[in-house]
């Protein structure tokens, strides 16, 4: 198990390097994908059956797509030539997703347990006229009648997967970094944030590392400036007995999730979510990294 799950994920982890970068005030890094596998080395579900078009209808829709196609690579382009190498000082938060943009919303995608018919809660998301995301819904904890659930009641809010122009894949490289930072406006409950680290194999695409996002409520905006040591491996919504620092150069995603097993209506207001890097946080991992005896589980 041991050997499946050191190959199955890629993680950059040189302890001697971080040590060194945040002793620094000023960090300087090309910025390139730390994957030692081929992106066309993957064990995804293989693609649905392509629509049944003529020539000429895919051809015009690959016309339709380009224009779009090569924007976005003009924009790689540029952003490339700004941050490789890319300079970081520490207080100053490199905010990911912003929402001042009424187009932010297609960037995510909202669920709940009704959309898989699993129960009865029901959730939105959308860019209001202060340019805010926000995320709402009505957690219901009734359980559908079918004999098969115990439980139910959540909602997600799930960012697009990252990409890059022509349809290739990207990932974020948080490698540098080692705060997460979020200005939310919420209403006292507890939503869990979660980073997405799918894999190359599907034992591990349900992986994810997690953290609890406390609101006060009230009408003030809050700082949530939260470690990545802090974030604990969790599958399926199970925490793992073998512990793992989170691969920072490996998220796929990030979302959302209220799940607090209160039942009623909630509501989160988000302004931008970010990376930071703090030279004087240290820590590797919050969580005791030891070896269980053999024939335990993850053993």
Request: a negative charge.
């Amino acid at each position: 198990m041991n050997l499946v799950r050191f190959f199955g994920k890629v993680i950059c982890n040189d302890t001697h390097l971080f040590g060194s970068i945040r002793q620094n005030y000023a960090v300087t890094r090309n910025v390139h994908t730390c994957s030692g596998l081929s992106a066309h080395f993957t064990f995804h579900e293989p693609d649905p059956e392509p629509d049944k078009l003529s020539t000429i209808e895919h051809i015009r829709r690959g016309m339709t797509m380009l224009k779009d196609e090569v924007r976005l690579w003009k924009d790689e382009i540029t952003e490339a030539a700004k941050t490789d190498p890319l300079t970081l000082y520490p207080g100053n938060v490199d905010k990911v997703f912003k929402f001042n943009d009424a187009k932010a919303s297609e960037s995510w995608i909202a669920t709940a347990d009704q959309d898989n018919k699993d129960g009865y809660s029901n959730c939105e998301f959308f860019i209001d006229e202060n340019g805010k995301g926000v995320f709402q819904g009505f957690l219901n904890l009734k359980i559908p009648s079918d004999g098969e659930r115990t439980r139910a009641g959540y909602c997600n809010l799930k960012s697009v997967k990252k990409r890059k122009s022509f349809k290739r894949e990207s990932i974020f490289e948080w490698g540098m970094y080692t705060h997460l930072v979020l200005r939310v406006r919420g209403d006292g409950r507890s939503y869990m944030i979660n980073l997405h680290t799918p894999g190359y194999y599907d034992l591990f695409w349900n992986d994810m590392y997690q953290f609890v996002l406390y609101t006060r409520g009230g009408p003030y905006w809050q700082v949530s400036k939260i470690p990545f040591s802090k974030f604990f491996l969790a599958s399926k919504g199970k925490v793992q007995d073998l512990q793992s620092s989170p691969p920072l150069d490996d998220i796929s995603n990030v979302s959302l999730t209220m799940v607090d097993r209160i039942e009623g209506p909630f509501k989160l207001e988000i302004d931008y979510i970010g990376v930071e890097l703090d030279p004087n946080h240290t820590e590797e991992t919050a969580y005791e990294m030891y070896q269980l005896p053999r024939g335990m589980a993850n053993s």
